[in-house]
């Protein structure tokens, strides 16, 4: 079941990817942090490295283009060194576009399937994540299993 779901998963990821690229010139990780950062904002770069299982190093690239590309905004925090990130209003507008195609996808595949059988596959798919979230909380989680790991499942249950 797990490996069905991750699979569905990669298809919706691998369209999305292909239409944000050709549509917006943005990449998964670019798309990805615009999504996280409409719906966290204002949000720090070590927040949004969490949420997109990145390195800091390499969110904070990325961040730098979207800033000159004028789709996101960075600000210092009060009293603080670290800055905050938004959308800008391109972005904004971008990423509306962006939800609308995620929107009209998913009524497709809905369109798709009996309402019925949307019904269970939802509940299935939230009994999923709940039981995943509850192995993610363990403590005797293997070794391979590291604190980092566990910052970012906390942070992307959040």
């Known amino acids: 079941m797990v490996d069905q779901l991750i699979l569905a998963a990669e298809a919706v990821v ?12 943005l990449t998964e990780l ?11 904002a204002p949000i720090s770069v070590g ?5 997109v299982d990145r390195d800091v190093a ?10 000159d590309s004028g789709l996101m905004t960075t600000r210092r925090t009060p009293g ?3 800055k905050s990130l938004d959308l ?3 972005g904004h507008a971008i990423h509306d576009q962006m939800a609308m195609i995620g929107e009209e996808w998913e009524g497709a595949i809905s369109d798709a399937m009996p309402l019925e059988e949307i019904a269970h596959a939802t ?7 709940v039981a995943a979230s509850r192995i993610l909380d ?17 942070v992307a249950r959040a």
């Open 123 to 129: 509940q299935a798919m939230e009994q999923l994540y």
């Open 47 to 51: 927040h949004l490295a969490a949420l």
């Open 14 to 25: 691998r369209y999305r990817i292909a239409i944000y690229r050709d549509r917006f010139k």
């Open 58 to 67: 390499q969110v904070s690239r990325t961040v730098k283009l979207l800033v």
């Open 80 to 82: 603080g060194v670290a």
């Open 88 to 90: 800008s209003a391109e």
């Open 138 to 154: 363990r403590d005797d989680l293997p070794a391979c299993y590291t604190r980092r790991d566990r910052r970012r499942a906390a």
């Open 30 to 40: 670019q798309y990805r942090m615009m999504m996280h950062v409409a719906r966290h």
